[in-house]
């Protein structure tokens, strides 16, 4: 039986505190006979009900008059399919709007802290305010931001799990606000709001070389507007503003230093009704209009705890400490369980990796991430600091009270709570594990924003990074909305010109302030990748002037000969012949990167132009694009199909990016990449801008043999080095870890970076061989290059219409493929073999054909640590 599920607003999870007047819908039409497909539907909100004829279903415009602030609608659909089935009305979804309008705030800034102490570690305030509830409330809502994080209690009790609120955006430009529901935890008499603020990215030190103080401001506040609803329908917005008292908070905290919390210093009862504040402090009011920023609603998930991990191992060391090993590195915390006397305090040291056996701290630079617990002496206490986050697999506890115990210290896992959509399987367990570090890395490096890395003095949203992890992002978990709040700080962040800062959002850390290709890129890269993957229109809409004012300062920045071959460049940073202090020193010509980089951006713009019907631009932009085209092939590539420079990078741009004309150039620069990477022994000879590519790169040229042996390869420099090593994340530099077990001693190595992760969307389409073929997967293409030895392997992926899965074994010369269609998309499958394509609808398909193995070299055995780490053994 057909029937409507997973019925949506935007990419959100949750539907309270929607910011959008026009949320689009989307639904999934499951349990359809194969084959079958929706011909029209049907959407009913505020008793109106919309019949369309058709078979949209992702990200359907929002059919009625639009939303007005604090609205709620529930809204449902049903489809008719073509076999004449028809479903039943979806289960409703509530969609609730937040405050849509600046002029719903009639509030002010309470700020406990107008002016930033010394620097240093800074402490955390507290502040609430009273009120009375006289009549039965039927809804209450805090609507709520700070200047700082903040943490919310409402008579004692935290009405959310929410952690970091409210985000790291582009303050000056837009300050997020979030959206509770505080009915249950109201009472009738008197009521307390309790908010405890910490500087978080707003004040205090962010970023690298010592880091910027105070980016944003000097004060700490928040804003913060209490609504309840009577049984009658009466919005009352409770006036506060004279309520609101403060105190200094009971812990330090900074995101890089830690937090030190110490349990005495806590008001008992200080954030519900009946305390008494008499001696507590009035705050300055600031006036709401005071600060211009935005306040915008988030489009994705909160940051919250999504996993909990015990120890794999604890040692007490001969200094007394308990070194603890998670067994994975995350980004999180500690959670302790203490009993000790007042006054006792335990702290918590957090470190990656082990190198001669201690901590490793030296890579966190100027991020101590030490927390400490000073006890209340109150029986059993629990605590985990809320005000930081650190990047770390290892922590040693100093100074414990008493013998460790089972349960006593455990790692909370934290990031933004994306829901998984991707997922990929082998009959190979290096790959596996491989695969399992980029997803690790992921989680680790989206909390809530796209980093570069989770541990560090640093942890910024570098745009080269997530420009080439966006397309395996968009598979692994939903993490459109994430993205999509980020590039409108992109947006916000570009300078007149066009030109897009190396990370976003901002801070003048002394980095080159001069735009970067393959950085700068993400600002069309990024969204032409939520629109192939997500099939989301609306993102080359909203991003479209962003877009093109990148594309016209990479043409303006251009010399006479139309190449943007001048000025700074990161260029293939982290090529591993570069030296280690010296990572942009690359063997691949720098402005080669840029100048293939611009044609490639020129032309996806153009193509972003023409799906918004913008015939103008769209024929600009290609003609441009043209002439970038033959401008890169006049400066960089011989008649004969010669590549300069003559390196890895170089040819898989060349053919990834489809800069060469002629098949006889592509034939020639298929053959000389095959050649170097055979003469650089199968090991990694790329940065971050080769690395994504070079898979395909080969496999575009019929070597996916290569490919494999490039993949599978472990001898350093490779993907697989790090997994031999006992990686549970990818690692920044190929050899963070050099094979004697030493950190690499460059100032900059994390063992959790993403970016050279990309090579996982390689594994989803060519290895499982499961690809979007039209946007958000309307149209898949299945097309699995069996090889390195493999005996099988599978993908799925939830994409917008459904699961989809690829799956394929072989048995000698016998090789099956068994795909799944989902209702509403169509499928190619083109098997190795090379036969015609055929064409499936909906549905689980299995073909099978001969196909002998070209494994000129099976996959060498890797190397394995089984003691390193406890996911080693779910996937040997
Ligand atoms: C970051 C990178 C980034 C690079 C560019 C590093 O410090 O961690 O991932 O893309 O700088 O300069």
């Not at 978990?477 to 800062?501: F, H, M």
């Not at 043999?705 to 001898?715: F, G, P, S, V």
Request: glycine fraction near 8%.
């Amino acid at each position: 039986m057909a029937r409507i599920t997973s019925l949506r607003a935007e990419h959100r999870q949750q539907s309270h505190g929607i910011g959008s007047t026009a949320p689009r819908l989307s639904w999934i039409v499951a349990g359809a006979a194969p084959g079958d497909v929706q011909i029209g539907y049907e959407i009913e909100a505020r008793g109106e009900v919309i019949a369309v004829e058709g078979t949209d279903s992702n990200l359907v415009a929002w059919p009625f008059a639009h939303l007005t602030s604090r609205e709620v609608v529930a809204v449902r659909v049903r489809a008719r399919l073509r076999s004449g089935e028809a479903t039943d009305w979806s289960d409703e979804l509530e969609l609730e709007a937040g405050l849509l309008k600046r002029s719903d705030w009639a509030v002010d800034w309470v700020t406990p802290s107008t002016s930033a102490p010394a620097e240093g570690v800074r402490g955390t305030y507290l502040a609430r305010a009273t009120f009375t509830v006289d009549a039965p409330v039927v809804r209450a809502r805090v609507y709520a931001s700070a200047h700082g994080i903040y943490a919310l209690e409402v008579n004692g009790i935290a009405p959310t799990d929410e952690l970091l609120a409210p985000g790291w955006t582009s303050y000056g430009h837009r300050v997020r606000y979030q959206t509770y529901d505080v009915t249950p935890q109201l009472t009738a008499g008197q009521n307390a709001i309790g908010v405890e603020l910490s500087d978080g990215w707003y004040r205090g030190r962010i970023g690298f070389h010592g880091g910027v103080w105070d980016n944003y401001g000097t004060d700490l506040a928040i804003l913060l507007q209490l609504e309840l609803t009577t049984a009658d329908g009466t919005v009352t917005r409770v006036p506060l503003e004279h309520s609101w008292r403060w105190l200094p908070g009971p812990a330090t905290a900074s995101l890089y230093d830690g937090e030190a919390f110490d349990a005495r210093l806590v008001p008992r009862g200080w954030s519900a009704g009946g305390y008494d504040d008499s001696a507590w402090q009035t705050p300055a009011i600031v006036p709401f209009d005071s600060f211009a920023a935005d306040l915008v609603a988030p489009t994705g998930p909160p940051v919250r705890v999504t996993e909990v991990l015990r120890p794999v191992s604890v040692e007490k060391r001969e200094n007394g400490r308990y070194r603890l090993d998670f067994g994975q590195n995350i980004a999180g915390l500690l959670r302790i369980r203490v009993s000790a006397p007042a006054g006792h305090t335990v702290t918590l040291h957090h470190a990656e990796v082990l190198e001669n056996g201690e901590l490793a701290t030296r890579p966190l630079r100027g991020a101590p991430s030490v927390d400490s617990y000073t006890a209340s002496g109150d029986g059993v206490e629990q605590w985990s600091p809320r005000f930081t986050v650190h990047g770390f697999r290892y922590a040693e506890v100093e100074n414990w009270p008493a013998e460790l115990g089972e349960g006593d210290v455990e790692a909370v896992v934290i990031h933004s709570d994306m829901q998984r959509s991707g997922w990929f399987q082998s009959s190979h367990p290096g790959l596996n594990r491989l695969h399992e570090n980029v997803l690790w890395s992921m989680r680790d490096n989206f909390v809530d924003l796209p980093t570069d890395c989770p541990q560090r003095d640093e942890r910024l949203g570098w745009t080269g990074d997530i420009q080439v992890f966006a397309p395996t992002a968009a598979f692994l978990y939903s993490s459109t909305g994430v993205l999509q709040s980020w590039l409108r700080d992109v947006a916000a962040e570009q300078k007149a010109s066009g030109s897009v800062p190396n990370f976003v959002p901002w801070i003048e850390c002394g980095f080159p302030s001069d735009a970067s290709a393959a950085w700068g890129d993400a600002a069309v890269i990024v969204p032409w990748t939520i629109y192939e993957r997500l099939g989301d229109v609306g993102i080359l809409e909203t991003q479209y002037e962003s877009m093109k004012a990148w594309v016209d300062q990479i043409t303006a920045l251009a010399r006479p000969n139309g190449l943007w071959s001048d000025g700074f460049q990161l260029g293939d940073w982290l090529d591993p012949a570069a030296p280690p202090e010296s990572p942009g020193d690359s063997k691949t010509d720098k402005y080669l990167v840029s100048s293939a980089y611009q044609a490639h951006s020129t032309r996806l713009f153009a193509k972003a132009a023409a799906v918004l019907g913008k015939t103008v631009d769209a024929e600009h932009y290609a003609k441009l694009a043209q002439r970038t085209l033959v401008a890169f092939r006049d400066e960089y590539v011989t008649a004969t199909g010669r590549v300069v420079s003559d390196t890895v990078t170089a040819l898989a741009l060349c053919l990834v990016f489809d800069l060469l004309p002629e098949q006889s150039m592509r034939d020639r620069a298929g053959k000389r990449l095959v050649e170097l990477v055979a003469e650089g022994d199968y090991r990694i000879q790329t940065g971050f801008v080769g690395t994504p590519l070079v898979c395909d790169a080969l496999a575009a040229v019929g070597a996916i043999d290569e490919a494999y042996h490039l993949l599978l390869q472990d001898q350093l420099p490779s993907w697989l080095y790090p997994v031999s090593m006992g990686a549970t994340t990818i690692w920044e530099r190929w050899d963070s870890m050099l094979p004697n077990g030493e950190v690499n001693p460059g100032e900059m190595t994390s063992f959790n970076h993403y970016a050279l992760g990309a090579v996982a969307d390689f594994m989803h389409r060519v290895v499982a061989g499961l690809a979007p073929a039209a946007p958000g997967y309307a149209r898949v293409v299945f097309a699995p290059k069996p090889g390195g030895g493999l005996s099988s392997a599978e993908a799925a992926h939830d994409t917008p219409y459904g699961r989809a899965s690829s799956a394929w074994s072989r048995d000698g010369d016998r090789f099956t493929l068994t795909v799944e269609v989902p209702t509403g998309a169509t499928g190619v499958i083109r098997l190795p073999s090379g036969e015609p394509d055929i064409e499936v609808t909906s549905g689980t398909h299995t073909v099978d054909c001969d196909y002998r193995s070209i494994d000129r070299d099976p996959a060498r055995p890797v190397r394995w640590n089984p003691h390193e780490n406890q996911n080693n053994e779910k996937v040997a």
